[in-house]
């Protein structure tokens, strides 16, 4: 579509890389054009996508938090047989492709599937669910890694004074909370960007599933490049606010303690 769209632009019999240099910084304009303009105007259908893709992706973040986080303070202390393997599993699903992620809840929540009386394919449930498995292990084993990092370092002290194991897990997340922030940002940019799961049990449906990602598949399958580039642009501003926000907090609050003795 890149190179028909690129085509479609050129004079009959042009040949030169000035040329096509050209033509890409004008439709990259375009496309920013395209972006001011929908934000200027407030667009009510892109007001309406950038809300469900954050409402999905959060909900979905916000559920995979509560699984994944007590998931990795276990696995930090846990002692049982094939703890490796279960650690090398679950690292192994840190590469977990979307569309498979998508297939399988598509098959779980099919009329045929085992829970296809729920009714809830097509629509934002299914797409959180989706969310949900693609980002769960990505805290779990962040989680993991930051808990067991913290015990090396201070988990004696704990130890010492009585604390169980999942006690001093559990103490070293709320203690790190501010690097356990810093693993969810992470896991919301892997699910707001997230594009083949929430395409396959979701449909793409216009108002009803259609978020930021599913939004600049379409518009590229349909050769409207610069308005494919400008949904982009408005998705990376968002993120770009969330993560801003999400920092200035966590810069206040450690200006705050800052002062505390």
Not at 197 to 218: F, H, Q
Not at 236 to 259: E, K, M, P, T, Y
Request: charged share 10%; proline share 4%.
């Amino acid at each position: 579509y890149a190179w028909e769209f690129i085509w479609s632009r050129l004079p009959d019999g042009v040949d030169n890389p000035r040329e096509y240099e050209r033509v890409w910084m004008s439709a990259f304009a375009e496309s920013v054009r395209t972006a001011v303009d929908l934000i200027f105007h407030a667009d009510p259908v892109l007001l309406h996508t950038v809300v469900l893709s954050l409402s999905v992706s959060a909900t979905a973040c916000l559920v995979a938090a509560g699984l994944g986080l007590a998931l990795g303070a276990w696995l930090a202390v846990a002692q049982f047989p094939g703890h490796r393997v279960v650690v090398l599993g679950l690292n192994t699903l840190l590469a977990l492709p979307s569309v498979v992620v998508g297939l399988v809840v598509y098959l779980l929540l099919s009329r045929s599937g085992p829970l296809g009386s729920w009714g809830i394919l097509f629509t934002p449930t299914a797409m959180v669910i989706a969310q949900t498995i693609l980002v769960l292990p990505v805290i779990a084993a962040l989680t993991r890694q930051l808990v067991g990092d913290s015990l090396r370092d201070g988990g004696d002290q704990l130890r010492s004074m009585g604390a169980r194991p999942i006690a001093c897990a559990l103490l070293m997340l709320v203690h790190d909370r501010w690097a356990v922030l810093t693993i969810l940002i992470a896991a919301f940019g892997r699910a707001i960007a997230e594009v083949g799961a929430v395409m396959v049990v979701g449909g793409n449906i216009d108002g009803v599933t259609r978020v930021m990602t599913t939004s600049i598949a379409l518009e590229t399958s349909k050769g409207d490049l610069p308005l494919a580039m400008a949904l982009g642009i408005v998705l990376l501003g968002v993120v770009a606010i969330v993560n801003l926000l999400l920092g200035l907090a966590q810069r206040g609050h450690g200006s705050a303690l800052a002062g505390v003795r």
